[in-house]
């Protein structure tokens, strides 16, 4: 069984900063790409970025561009979400993605394989 275990949530003030982590364990598997999504209370399950290991092709949603940077370290096997200028709108739990085949979608949440199981962040006004 893959698993995938987020950490680094947490709750900061409007115009803060947060690290999310992300590392898969358990039954190896091919990784070809991981995202991070994100859930609003009420709301539907969003995408927030993605990065493709081969190359490290990246894709962001607009709503982050600029402040969100998603990275990968191969080393550690472990993929970041850096939130920097973080919003009261960006509260949300987030969730971490992967995905062994490849997709256009890649902003689709049935384009991915394996969840974690979220972390909550909770930004203040």
């Known amino acids: 069984q893959v698993q995938l275990e987020e950490s680094g949530g947490g709750l900061v003030q409007a115009g803060g900063s947060l690290r999310l982590s992300c590392a898969p364990s358990?039954?190896?598997?091919?990784?070809?790409?991981m995202g991070w999504f994100r859930q609003a209370p009420g709301k539907e399950r969003e995408f927030v970025a993605r990065i493709r290991w081969r190359d490290g092709g990246i894709y962001y949603a607009d709503s982050v561009k600029g402040r969100f940077t998603i990275s990968a370290e191969n080393a550690k096997n472990t993929m970041y979400l850096q939130m920097n200028s973080l919003k009261p709108e960006d509260t949300a739990v987030y969730y971490c993605?992967?995905?062994?085949?490849?997709?256009?979608?890649?902003?689709?949440?049935?384009?991915?394989?394996?969840w974690g199981q979220g972390t909550q962040v909770t930004v203040s006004s």
């Open positions: 993605a992967a995905t062994s085949t490849y997709s256009v979608n890649y902003d689709s949440l049935r384009e991915y394989d394996y």
């Open positions: 358990g039954r190896p598997f091919y990784n070809y790409a």
